[in-house]
């Protein structure tokens, strides 16, 4: 109804992995590419402003909308404006340690394995890495160094019982709020909110309000600053990466200073080849 209002197209894709349960998915790179195909279909068939493409998810479509923002950062394909992540799953390795046997067992289908075997399944997927105690790995490959550009919206309920995915929401706040230049915004939803189960419920988003921040936001699509981290070969913003090896993450920080007419691309990893339009960095 609220997007119907805005006069906005609305599309909720079942993100299906494509081997195991397909209502999980937990941001699987393989459930992705539903999302993906959607996109491009719906880019291809209607006249949309690629500068305002917002994404917007509650428990594990929170973390899966944001997962999906931080790994396709090219406008052309459909890079989101802003997310606003409600009470998301942002750290899966967490999830498997603390949700119920039920579900640990069905994530470990989706990723080949529990965290400790396919690891690079489970980071590519998750926004940060926690240790066992809840706190922020600082050598982690938290995937929302992506996100620094794009502004965000977290909620959650104070009574969320829940109390692991209130943590990893407050962790990924502060970590967000760490980058330079980065837009988050943390809205806790004081007390119970009727006919919640365990106070884990959409009802805990005032969706108008979410829906009137995403409205203000554009697409930052020329960054002159950043510090990457890719799990493919990928246009990341106006950058074409190349890994050197698969199956791996690549990482690079880069400054464009046009006073200066500079690229400066500084502690590349796993780097083959980096390839660029200098005009669309403005140089």
Known sequence: IEAD????FLIAP??????G??????ASAQSQLHVE???????????????RIYGAGFSMGGG????????????????????????????????????PASIASIMEVI???PPTGPVFEWQRSSLIELDAAGALLPQGRHMARNLRHV???????????????????????????SLPSSTHQMITVPGAVPNCVAQHCWATLDIPAACNWLSLQTLNANPTTGSVLVDRNVRWS???VLQRQSGVFTSFDFVVTAAANELQVRVARNLSKLSTNPIQLGL
């Open 151 to 177: 502004p965000i919206q977290t909620w959650f309920n104070s009574q969320d019982n829940f109390g692991y995915l209130q943590n990893q929401a407050q962790v990924f706040s502060a970590f967000m709020q």
């Open 37 to 51: 195909a959607l996109i491009q279909l719906i880019l291809n068939t209607y006249q949309i402003d690629r500068d």
């Open 14 to 19: 079942l993100q299906a992995n494509l081997t």
């Open 21 to 26: 349960p397909q209502d999980i998915s937990y």
């Open 238 to 240: 106006n950058f074409d």
């Open 64 to 99: 899966n909308a944001l997962s999906y923002a931080a790994r396709h950062r090219d406008r052309r394909q459909g890079a989101m404006a802003a997310v606003v992540n409600h009470t998301g799953s942002v750290a899966l390795a967490d999830i498997h340690a603390n949700a």
């Open 111 to 113: 990723f080949g394995g």
């Open 5 to 8: 209002q805005r006069d906005w």
